[in-house]
């Protein structure tokens, strides 16, 4: 790439020299006056203008380019005067313009996608989906379903085509909303899961959230399953003595029947179990035998997910889960991860319903209420906010 200066009277005189010699492709990198007005002399712009390397060019703009800074830089010299450097807005818009140019000619080797080939006023959003993983065949549905149905004169507007993408993936996130129980109703869910996802810390959250947050005075109490892992249970003994909230510990199937009962009273019971790997498919079973044995209570399932693993991941782990019949998902670790197009895209495949979000460990506070929305401004975004 070489750099090239040329000079004009004015800036735009400047800038034709610099096109006449160079052509289109020549890219403006900076505009600014290098002589005044003075002592009958007259104003001076300089040009500077990048190129790629042509040898016959190179030795044409070098000679003439010397030639010319030398004369100003002994009028420089001679009449002692002192060079001012401006802004002006309409060359770097222009200067902004051409780079602009530059970049979307580089999309070209990448812009088909299967058989469609993607718009350049489709380029920034395209990236993203690349950037937040998105799923390639959901990424081609999408790209098909608005180059046909965004009108042409929106085309060319890009928060319209921002506001359309977004209009369409709300479409396709499955969400759960939210409905508190009615004073005498009652409700009892399962959280599964991998070791480590946070179930443990997201039951808290939920059991503070209907507890104490929503107004209701809901009796709520806990079971866990988890007698294996080390500290499982004291982690949520102390959660349930801050809280105040009744906690039982069921070590086999049978007694999991006898928690359930003597917490009859509760309008929101949420049982905690033991992590496993997603291809230990003998603790999988170990958790269906529990809820065998109550067959004859409706047990929601909701399998936890962390946001920050890659898209096989969570399929690997959906398909050993889901021998326990999953009702929804909830994602945890949003706050550990940058990308939430595998989120989005998965959701959609599996066509569970998402619940919550968790954001942090701070118990109760981050947990978000599913929301397409607050998924959607994560994507755009490349992070999410805390509400």
């Known amino acids: 790439m070489n750099m090239l200066s040329f000079l004009g009277e004015t800036p735009t005189a400047a800038l034709k020299n610099a096109q006449a010699?160079?052509?289109?492709?020549?890219?403006?990198?900076?505009?600014?006056?290098?002589?005044?007005?003075?002592?009958?002399?007259?104003?001076?712009?300089?040009?500077?203008?990048?190129?790629?390397?042509?040898?016959?060019?190179?030795?044409?703009?070098?000679?003439?380019?010397?030639?010319?800074?030398?004369?100003?830089?002994?009028?420089?010299?001679d009449k002692r005067f002192e060079a001012k450097v401006y802004d002006f807005k309409e060359e770097i818009l222009k200067m902004q313009d051409a780079i602009m140019q530059v970049q979307k000619s580089l999309w070209n080797p990448k812009s088909q996608l299967y058989d469609l080939?993607?718009?350049?006023?489709?380029?920034?959003?395209?990236?993203?989906?690349?950037?937040?993983?998105?799923?390639?065949?959901?990424?081609?549905?999408?790209?098909?379903?608005?180059?046909?149905?965004?009108?042409?004169?929106?085309?060319?507007?890009?928060?319209?085509?921002?506001?359309?993408?977004?209009?369409?993936?709300?479409?396709?996130?499955?969400?759960?909303?939210?409905?508190?129980?009615?004073?005498?109703?009652?409700?009892?869910?399962?959280?599964?899961?991998?070791?480590?996802?946070?179930?443990?810390?997201?039951?808290?959250?939920?059991?503070?959230?209907?507890?104490?947050?929503?107004?209701?005075?809901?009796?709520?109490?806990?079971?866990?399953?988890?007698?294996?892992?080390v500290g499982a249970i004291e982690q949520l003994q102390a959660y349930t003595n801050i809280m105040r909230l009744p906690l039982e510990v069921a070590k086999k199937p049978e007694d999991l029947v006898e928690a359930l009962l003597r917490l009859k009273d509760c309008n929101y019971i949420f049982i905690d179990t033991a992590g496993s790997s997603q291809y230990d498919v003998d603790k999988i079973e170990m958790i269906n035998e529990y809820q065998e044995k109550v067959h004859e209570l409706p047990i929601e399932k909701v399998l936890v997910l962390?946001?920050?693993?890659?898209?096989?991941?969570?399929?690997?782990?959906?398909?050993?889960?889901?021998?326990?019949?999953?009702?929804?998902?909830?994602?945890?670790?949003?706050?550990?991860?940058?990308?939430?197009?595998?989120?989005?895209?998965?959701?959609?495949?599996?066509?569970?319903?998402i619940t919550y979000f968790s954001i942090g460990q701070n118990v109760p506070d981050d947990l978000i209420v599913s929301d397409s929305s607050y998924l959607i401004d994560c994507f755009m975004n490349n992070a999410c906010s805390r509400r």
Do not use: W
């Open 21 to 77: 010699e160079c052509g289109e492709e020549a890219i403006v990198i900076s505009t600014k006056k290098i002589s005044s007005a003075k002592d009958g002399n007259k104003d001076m712009y300089e040009v500077i203008v990048a190129l790629e390397d042509d040898d016959n060019k190179e030795i044409k703009h070098t000679k003439k380019i010397s030639t010319s800074v030398s004369s100003v830089a002994d009028d420089r010299k």
């Open 117 to 229: 080939t993607i718009p350049l006023e489709f380029v920034d959003m395209y990236n993203l989906f690349e950037q937040n993983e998105f799923d390639q065949e959901m990424t081609y549905t999408i790209m098909k379903k608005t180059i046909k149905q965004l009108p042409v004169a929106l085309k060319n507007n890009p928060k319209k085509v921002n506001d359309f993408f977004k209009l369409v993936l709300r479409r396709i996130i499955p969400i759960k909303q939210e409905i508190p129980l009615r004073k005498h109703q009652r409700k009892i869910v399962m959280m599964v899961g991998p070791t480590g996802v946070g179930k443990t810390t997201t039951i808290a959250k939920l059991a503070a959230r209907y507890a104490y947050k929503l107004g209701q005075n809901y009796k709520v109490g806990i079971v866990t399953l988890d007698s294996f892992r």
């Open 306 to 353: 962390p946001a920050n693993v890659k898209h096989s991941d969570l399929v690997d782990i959906y398909t050993n889960y889901s021998r326990l019949n999953i009702d929804y998902l909830t994602f945890t670790k949003l706050d550990e991860t940058r990308s939430f197009g595998n989120l989005i895209s998965f959701a959609h495949k599996t066509k569970k319903s």
